[in-house]
T-cell receptor, first 112, second 115 residues
Framework: LAKTTQPISMDSYEGQEVNITCSHN???????ITWYQQFPSQGPRFIIQ?????VTNEVASLFIPADRKSSTLSLPRVSLSDTAVYYC?????????????WGAGTKLIIKP | EAGVTQFPSHSVIEKGQTVTLRCDPI?????LYWYRRVMGKEIKFLLH????????ESGMPNNRFLAERTGGTYSTLKVQPAELEDSGVYFC?????????????FGPGTRLLVL
């Protein structure tokens, strides 16, 4: 099962674009890359998921290079409410089993 | 649409007691997962149900933990007898399998403290 490596913490300012990069050197062919956001005292909240190239939704963009050994979560124009822990996960999808492997996450602090 | 709910939100018990956590997945989701985060550690997978069947319970720490999902709807996770090291936050997630991507939706968690 692939493990991920991401920065322990980052900070930025309101209105800036924030990019968080995650490495997953052992990603397997069947694995998707998923990012979650977690606020204190809440469960993780799904942000975005991708397999290759670029994925964009109303919240973020996810950039995945051709070798899929890393991915970058891009948060456009962050606000104070984006302060949270962000988890990069690589899931094994085999049959009906999809076990998520969690790392320590990146603690993102947005300053005014 | 209601999200994943968990009950109770907090539980404080003494070592040796029994606690039962409940998870109600999103209606219609066949997949139900239990995860746990012990203080200072990473979230760890416990087990996975597909409907009422246990698909993968490789993460269950020991036989003091018993998970059930009778009828394939809500699930319970019982800890009996509880030990100090069982303290942590227990998350439940649900998803609907598809042909491609699968997104797990998480509940708010149950915070368990064993004294």
């Amino acid at each position: 099962l692939a493990k991920t490596t991401q920065p322990i913490s980052m900070d930025s300012y309101e209105g800036q674009e924030v990019n968080i990069t995650c490495s997953h050197n052992n990603i397997a062919t069947n694995d998707y890359i998923t990012w979650y956001q977690q606020f204190p005292s809440q469960g993780p909240r799904f942000i975005i998921q991708g397999y290759k190239t670029k994925v964009t939704n109303e919240v973020a963009s996810l950039f995945i290079p051709a070798d899929r050994k890393s991915s970058t979560l891009s948060l456009p124009r962050v606000s104070l409410s984006d302060t949270a822990v962000y988890y990069c996960l690589v899931g094994l999808k085999g049959g009906s089993n999809y076990q998520l492997i969690w790392g320590a996450g990146t603690k993102l602090i947005i300053k005014p | 649409e209601a999200g994943v709910t968990q009950f109770p939100s907090h539980s404080v018990i003494e070592k040796g007691q029994t606690v039962t956590l409940r998870c109600d997945p999103i209606s219609g989701h066949d997949n139900l997962y239990w995860y746990r985060r012990v203080m200072g550690k990473e979230i760890k997978f416990l087990l996975h149900f597909v409907k009422e069947s246990k698909q993968d319970e490789s993460g269950m720490p020991n036989n003091r933990f018993l998970a059930e999902r009778t009828g394939g709807t809500y699930s319970t996770l019982k800890v009996q007898p509880a030990e100090l090291e069982d303290s942590g936050v227990y998350f439940c997630a649900s998803s609907q399998p598809g042909t491609g991507q699968e997104t797990q939706y998480f509940g708010p968690g149950t915070r368990l403290l064993v004294l």
